[in-house]
């Protein structure tokens, strides 16, 4: 603590311990570094039950993240053992972060455009005609649509070389479900974007607006037509897919009270084929 | 750059990664309030969306109000634990569970295994409590040895030897070093001594008795939370002040004997 004005910062308003000063004191116990803190603050929650109670309640949790991480989905109720699952998996998953790979890897994809351009051409221009038709249906900018649509047939490529083609098809009566008119309003999805391509293991983020107080429905199927998840959702915005999908094409939608509101794909790129880091 | 500086950077640049990697965080609150009865009635994955979707929108808040005093990941437990206690105080519990009857029906523990658990999480957060009571510290833990009829340890009464005292003073460490009261009124007697001298103060017996009292109750408090997770009285304090003594501040065995020699040769 280098300043009053430091020391100042550890209280609110109303002259109790703020949320970063009990995350200080806690810090400190655990560290048995204690008589290192100002004198005020030590006084102050010796005398003030409910800061104490911050404080010891901080020092536990602190206890417990340190023990649990090691040890989480021990000793839980059936729930939370799967929430615990699917939790950790979500984090361990290449530090479950959100990401929108198709960033990371387009220098990569270009090696492997060039490398492969031939029969990638070939399959490009037999499919040229439906991409248009996505193009114009889902009112995207050409530039950007063609370079995601360019990185789905490289998923779609490795896929096929590790036997993992099949689930890379698109799905035509999905396509058609995509291609139909959405309601819109002010409802908008904002997160994944409609062909978001994600690592093998990335959590899978869904982020919304314009809901308002309907109960919305979020499903995801798998591209041969099988619900991978599904939930119903009431009063929330955000919502990280609780499973990790294998590598494959992916079709979301969104209703809305009943109508269909959004809809998009994703893909998960296998971490082994040619789509490395 | 250190965990903390690559976190502090995605809160500005990417708050959505750093959440996702904060879920182990929140899973462990969580699951700490379910396993205090808490939540009740809720899937386990609704709290966490909800606590997520909480975090997603006070980010900015989040932003401003922290200043880098206290690691990210501390800060952010402390933020996540005040949102599980405004959806507990929403009204969205119907009812609170005792620990014990609680882990005993979701925990594959045996009793007696739950029962050590239990207790080791208590005596923990009797020690913090403690340590939390600073100045308080010192007098709590003599006056309640000296009730508990526990020695007293040598860094406790050192003080005390150190001081020029009278020789009934000296009786009065002795006893403490012993912790052999035959009542509660010799040790408050004793007490009231040692702790007049050592405050300079001229307080009765029952001046000592009425402040542990009050000191008790605040440790209850404490140790029970808010919301409730325990249940704590001024008896079973007792019982878990004596089993922390015994357990996490065990009398010095060669302090003891040499005291009491020198106690005799007075």
């Known amino acids: 603590m280098n300043s009053a004005t430091e020391y100042e910062r550890l209280f609110d308003q109303g002259g109790h311990v703020n949320e970063e000063g009990v995350a200080y004191y806690a810090e400190a116990i655990l560290a048995g570094r204690e008589d290192t803190l100002p004198e005020g603050l030590r006084a102050h929650v010796a005398h003030c039950s409910h800061c104490a109670a911050q404080c010891l309640e901080m020092v536990m949790i602190l206890k417990e993240i340190d023990a649990g991480e090691a040890s989480a989905g021990e000793g839980l109720t059936e729930g939370e053992q799967i929430l615990g699952e699917s939790c950790i998996e979500m984090t361990q998953s290449q530090s479950g972060r959100i990401r929108l790979v198709w960033r990371r890897y387009r220098i990569v994809a270009g090696f492997l455009l060039l490398g492969s351009i031939g029969l990638f051409l070939l399959l490009w221009l037999s499919e040229m005609k439906r991409e248009e038709d996505l193009v114009k249906k889902h009112d995207r900018g050409v530039i950007r649509q063609e370079q995601r649509v360019l990185e789905t047939w490289v998923s779609y490529w490795a896929g096929k070389n590790s036997g993992f083609g099949e689930r890379f098809i698109l799905n035509p009566s999905l396509e058609k479900m995509l291609a139909m008119a959405f309601r819109s309003g002010e409802f908008a999805v904002l997160s994944p974007d409609s062909l978001a391509v994600y690592h093998e293991g990335d959590t899978v983020f869904f982020n919304w607006k314009g809901a308002g107080m309907a109960t919305l429905v979020l499903r995801v199927i798998g591209n041969t037509g099988e619900t991978l998840h599904q939930r119903k959702l009431s009063h929330h915005h955000a919502y990280y897919l609780p499973v990790r999908p294998q590598p494959g094409l992916y079709y979301w939608f969104v209703e809305l009270d009943g109508m269909k509101a959004a809809g998009g794909r994703f893909i998960i790129n296998r971490g082994d084929e040619g789509m490395q880091h | ?266």
């Open chain 2, 1 to 266: 750059m250190d965990s903390n500086q690559e976190e502090i950077g995605l809160l500005h640049e990417s708050p959505g990664e750093l959440i996702v990697k904060y879920q182990p965080i929140v899973l462990v609150i969580v699951r700490m309030f379910m396993r205090s009865g808490y939540f009740r009635g809720e899937e386990p994955q609704e709290v966490i969306q909800s606590v997520n979707e909480k975090l997603l929108d006070r980010i900015e808040r989040i932003r401003s109000n922290y200043n880098g005093i206290s690691r990210l990941r501390t800060y952010f437990s402390a933020v996540i634990r005040n949102l599980c206690l405004e959806r507990i105080r929403k009204g969205r519990v119907e009812e609170v569970y005792r620990l014990m009857e609680e882990q005993e029906n979701s925990l594959s523990y045996s009793p007696d295994q739950l029962n050590r658990l239990i207790i080791r999480q208590e005596l923990e957060r009797l020690d913090t409590v403690l340590k939390l009571l600073y100045t308080q510290r010192h007098k709590i833990v003599l006056i309640l040895k000296a009730l508990l009829r526990i020695p007293a340890r040598e860094e406790e009464v050192r003080l005390l030897l150190e001081a020029p005292v009278s020789q009934s003073l000296e009786e009065s460490v002795a006893m403490l070093v012993r912790g052999d009261f035959r009542s509660d009124r010799e040790a408050f007697q004793h007490l009231s001594r040692v702790f007049n001298f050592l405050e300079g103060k001229q307080n009765s017996e029952d001046s000592i008795r009425k402040w542990i009292y009050i000191r008790e109750g605040e440790i209850i408090q404490l140790l029970n939370g808010d919301p409730p997770r325990a249940n704590h009285n001024h008896e079973t304090l007792r019982i878990l002040f004596d089993r922390y003594f015994h357990e996490m501040q065990p009398p010095s065995r060669d302090f003891r004997i040499k005291t009491e020699a020198s106690v005799r040769d007075i």
